[in-house]
């Protein structure tokens, strides 16, 4: 497996900027996650990975060697498309065989390979039967069979579980990581769904009309977003925004709501005009000592939990509150936030404040 580092990679198609500059570096055997809204460049940045787009700009290295300008066969990369691209014509076996036939392999060890692959994938009983019938997530299995049977240096997903109904997709990502740890393969894979990406990735690259808004692991990105475009993508409901106009000193432990005063992670940095405190959902507390108040307009009941939205003087909050904590729409009640959590971000520019809690994660934001 491989090693992929992407420097200052650019694509631009005609006057759109597709791709704006994006580096990050894929570790050996890790399970990477480009994620983003539609449109935002992530499979575009993919193809490039792949050599189905050649950059406009910048430098691509696979295992230590600057492929940017190589086609797609020169890469050793195999290539799994969210609409399967199977071979109709071809039972099970023979599509997952192809790759190994079209290079030339001896016919025992080409049906050496597939049994192997077939037995890791749990589909030895349908080697011999038409693809055209199989149900998706069988089609998947066989896809993802004709990819991993050459044992490329790197497999690259574009939404492979895209097509699949949400409970069957579900398994399927359990079924995919699984794979992933046994192989140990570096695998790069393409996603709109946050939950997904949060579900299956070592690492996530979080991309915004083709910008890398941040790269890290999960919690780093849930805890501590670098912007507030992941603050708002990544998380149901989405982090807490309170818009103030105020300053913020390096230092400060503080920041004043109107009358109110919410303590913060000591701030790094430093700002001040159009400023926004974020929190997520499960950090807000009903307390009806707390002075910052808002009124209750809506109870969403969710089993265990429930969404509690009041309305403040500085903007709508959501709280997750255990279900047995009762509530009543149109009652006042204060709030309290865990200090140790919240964000400030520059509503100017969109990114977060440097503070003592998150800096290590806006290291790589």
Not at 6 to 20: M, Q, T, Y
Request: proline share 5%.
């Amino acid at each position: 497996m491989a090693e992929i580092v992407i420097r200052n990679l650019r694509k631009d198609f005609g006057a759109f900027n597709a791709v704006k500059s994006s580096s990050f570096t894929i570790a050996d055997g890790e399970f990477f996650m480009l994620l983003g809204p539609s449109g935002c460049g992530k499979t575009t940045t993919l193809r490039m990975m792949a050599g189905l787009e050649l950059p406009t700009s910048g430098e691509i290295y696979i295992d230590g060697e600057e492929v940017g300008m190589k086609p797609a066969s020169q890469r050793d990369i195999a290539f799994v498309f969210q609409m399967f691209a199977l071979y109709p014509h071809m039972n099970v076996g023979k599509n997952i065989s192809y790759p190994l036939i079209s290079q030339g392999m001896p016919r025992a060890e080409v049906k050496q390979k597939v049994a192997e692959v077939a037995r890791i994938l749990g589909i030895e009983n349908i080697l011999n039967r038409p693809v055209g019938g199989l149900s998706g997530g069988d089609r998947q299995r066989v896809a993802l069979g004709r990819a991993i049977v050459r044992n490329p240096k790197a497999f690259f997903m574009d939404e492979p579980l895209g097509a699949l109904d949400a409970e069957f997709r579900e398994h399927m990502a359990e079924e995919l990581r699984a794979l992933h740890d046994r192989m140990g393969a570096t695998t790069v894979y393409v996603t709109h769904d946050q939950l997904e990406a949060m579900q299956m990735g070592d690492k996530i690259v979080v991309m915004n009309h083709g910008v890398v808004e941040q790269f890290g692991v999960p919690q780093q990105i849930y805890d501590w977003p670098a912007t507030r475009f992941v603050a708002e993508f990544i998380g149901s409901p989405p982090m807490n925004f309170l818009d103030f106009q105020g300053r913020v000193d390096a230092g400060a432990e503080k920041v004043m709501l109107g009358d109110s005063g919410f303590a913060v992670p000591r701030q790094q940095d430093g700002a001040s005009g159009d400023l926004t405190l974020g929190v997520r959902p499960e950090h807000v507390r009903l307390s009806d000592a707390a002075p910052y108040r808002g009124e209750i307009v809506a109870a969403e009941y969710l089993g265990t939990t429930q969404i509690i939205t009041l309305d403040t003087a500085f903007g709508r909050v959501k709280a997750r509150t255990p279900s047995h904590e009762v509530v009543r729409v149109g009652d006042r009640t204060g709030l309290e936030f865990d200090a140790r959590t919240l964000s400030i971000f520059d509503a100017g520019t969109g990114r977060a404040l440097v503070s003592d809690a998150n800096r290590e994660a806006l290291a790589h934001g």
